[in-house]
């Protein structure tokens, strides 16, 4: 069985191959960050442009360099949201204009969905599984129980992880995209130097043992900033001090999501899950301080950690491939007129 994953629901057009042994026979993406780097962020009506662009050259390429027809593929696979709308409806048209083209399955695919089933297709991973979803536009502690049932334990309140990360590193400024910039300016700097806060801290009352939330520590970093440029009365910071924000900046991060985990393992216990492994994936998940951290936590509750290599991480064409080929083993298939859409709850699958 061979799926053709489709991805541009953000700044990466992505394409990929792959079949129900688990292998990759072709994986292309196109990356839009010099396109966004300009602006500081990605957006949405470039992006679209972007996507609609590259997004046939890349399938042609795709194919070509699996050598293979449209014929020789069992279905198609597309986000159809979450996501930047311009974009998704880019990818979603171009996924049903094939499949009504060559008469193959539909198979519409929650991009969250791709994240969270990614590592299944990199590990011996059985459900169910307790997963730590984090990236540019979404914090979510998700009990995975089969490709299309999620027990979402708790999402941030207001900013994801990914975007404190690259808002922060904007104040600082890093380059676009600040995650990755933090991460190596971190290795350098002392993660005590600033105080600061740990949201929700131990926080379980009213329902909030499994939330996040990121915007006061990002206004946290903000006044720290301030505070550095009104005592040297110059334009910007000092790499030392960069290098020492970076590095509190991504510990206030790390004990939050070990913190928020902890509350998660009581609730699957409450819920008497009997989770096989904690897992984080999506974008963040790239960031190897969080998982060394996330590993020890693992440890410590007796279960396997898991996480999808490092270039997976990123959206990409083959998490959607293998979400797509997850939902059609189970016999599960879309119709034609199926709306992207830019909200897609995992616990309205």
Known sequence: MIILGIETSCDETAVALVDDKKNILSHQLFSQMEEHAVYGGV?????????????????????????????????????????????VMVGVMMAKSI?????????????????ALMPRMTENLAFPYLLLLVSGGHCQTVVVKS?????VLGSTQDDAVGECFDKCAK??????????????????????AYDFPRPLWRRT??????????????SAVRRAIEKEME?????????????????????????????????????????????????????????VFLRQILEVLAAYKNVPFYAPPLDLCTDNGVMIAWAGLEKYRLGLM???????????????L
């Open 43 to 87: 957006v949405p009506e470039v992006a679209a442009r972007s996507h609609l662009k590259i997004l046939a050259p890349l399938v042609e390429k795709t194919l070509k360099d699996a050598d293979l027809s449209f014929n020789g593929l069992d279905g198609i696979a597309v986000t159809c949201g979450p996501g930047l709308i311009g974009g």
């Open 99 to 115: 499949a009504i083209t060559h008469n193959k399955p539909f198979l519409a695919v929650n991009h969250l969905a791709g994240h």
């Open 147 to 151: 490709p299309v049932d999620y027990d």
């Open 171 to 192: 104040m600082m400024g890093l380059p676009y995209p600040g995650g990755p910039h933090v991460e190596k300016q971190a290795q350098f700097g002392n993660p005590r």
């Open 205 to 218: 009352d009213g329902g909030l043992g499994c939330q996040f939330s990121f915007s006061g520590l990002k």
């Open 231 to 287: 005592k040297t009365k110059k334009e910007a910071l000092s790499p030392e001090v960069i290098s020492n924000m970076c590095a509190s900046l991504q510990a206030a991060i790390a004990d939050t999501l070990k913190d928020r985990l902890k509350n998660a393992f009581d609730v699957c216990q409450e819920k008497k899950y009997e989770i096989s492994a904690l897992v984080v994936s999506g974008g963040v998940a790239a960031n």
């Open 334 to 348: 879309d119709s034609y007129d199926f709306k992207p859409r830019p909200r897609w709850p995992l616990d309205t």
